[in-house]
């Protein structure tokens, strides 16, 4: 298991203790090493991951995860995988990564 710690990267601001509020219409959150370090401190193998994360909107919000994957060629739109929000609020899904990861970035709300 691999915990990442998530770090604002853009439209995204802190609220209060685990709470984000975008200010705009594409937020994206950078995933890092827990220790932080360099922007993608670890390297991945690719293969069967599971991404668990609390996520859940306020008011009528509702959160339209992607998670994009660099695998050398930058983050790409293509190449994003929706996740999708359970109806407790989470996000516990199966992914299959390439086979080379560069770094993760999880857009909590789908533009």
Do not use: N
């Amino acid at each position: 298991m691999i915990a990442c710690r998530i770090e604002p990267k853009g439209q995204i601001e802190p609220e209060g203790e685990g709470v984000w509020r975008s200010t705009g219409s594409d937020p994206q959150f950078r995933l890092t090493h827990p220790r932080g370090g360099r922007l993608f401190p670890f390297r991945l193998a690719g293969g069967w991951v599971r991404i668990r994360a609390d996520l859940e909107g306020l008011g009528s919000t509702k959160p339209v995860p992607l998670l994009y994957v660099d695998d050398g060629s930058g983050f790409r739109e293509d190449e994003a995988v929706r996740l999708e929000v359970r109806e407790h609020g989470g996000i516990d899904d199966l992914v299959r990564l390439p086979r080379r990861v560069r770094g993760l970035r999880l857009d909590p709300l789908a533009a």
